[in-house]
């Protein structure tokens, strides 16, 4: 309160993700200790969002950035991420001869320097069925204590693909658990965690109203 005082207002809370602004505001940044669910329907953009608040995120803050996928390989999402910055299509990024192409050529240089921004801060760790919360946990620690800093956030694609501690067929009760232990993870690491929870069918029915 009383730097405040000294220096004026805080805008947000959190962890900038400018240029996201409304969402910044909204959410007030992304704040340690708090849990974020992004929720919806299948293909809908839940992943390319959440990559694009951690690619953000890294860039502004300078902190380490988790991004654990069950989803999709390191590979295809490195591509995407390159695809977004160069303003090239992923598909030829992937096929073409860009290099022999001076405007794609030129693109991709400008991509690539963009990304220079916050590679070195972007994590993004394909993850098995057998990476659990511990791992995790472990992956956090370690790069924590790489960077020598308390500062670090998390994002999980997607909360249905993690295997939960404890063995459960039922799938909410799966979530449920999984939930509850990203949300003590946020508070013992005191840092954002960002997960995405895909509907189910009867979820999804709002399309159809």
């Given amino acids: 309160i009383q730097e405040r005082e000294r220096v004026g207002p805080r805008t947000i ?14 959410w007030s940044g992304l704040r340690k200790g708090f849990l974020y669910a992004i929720a919806g329907a299948p293909r809908r953009g839940k992943t390319n969002l959440i ?26 999402l490195t591509y995407r991420l390159l695809a977004k910055e160069s303003l090239l299509n992923p598909d030829s990024l992937q096929r073409k001869q860009v290099l022999r192409d001076p405007i794609m ?10 990304m220079a921004d916050y590679q070195d801060w972007l994590y993004v760790i394909e993850a098995t069925k057998d990476v659990t919360i511990d ?19 998390i994002f ?13 067929s039922n799938e909410k ?11 003590g993870l946020s508070i013992e690491l005191n840092c954002p965690i960002v997960a995405i929870s895909s509907l189910n069918k009867e979820g999804c029915n709002i399309d159809h109203s």
Avoid at 143 to 153: C, K, L
Avoid at 173 to 183: F, H, P, Q, R
Wanted: glycine share 4%.
């Fill in 156 to 168: 999980i694609d997607y909360i249905q693909k993690m295997p939960p501690s404890n063995s459960q």
């Fill in 13 to 26: 809370i959190g962890y900038s993700i400018a240029p996201f602004h409304t969402l910044n505001m909204t």
């Fill in 51 to 76: 990559l694009d608040c951690a690619t953000y995120l890294a860039r502004e803050n300078r902190i380490p950035v988790l991004f654990f996928t069950w989803e999709q390989t390191k590979k295809n």
């Fill in 173 to 183: 009760m799966k979530v449920e658990e999984i939930s509850t232990e990203l949300k």
């Fill in 135 to 153: 791992q995790v946990r472990g992956h956090a620690y370690n790069v924590m204590q790489e960077y020598d800093t308390d500062d670090i956030a």
């Fill in 105 to 114: 050529k030129s693109k991709l240089q400008a991509g690539l320097r963009r």
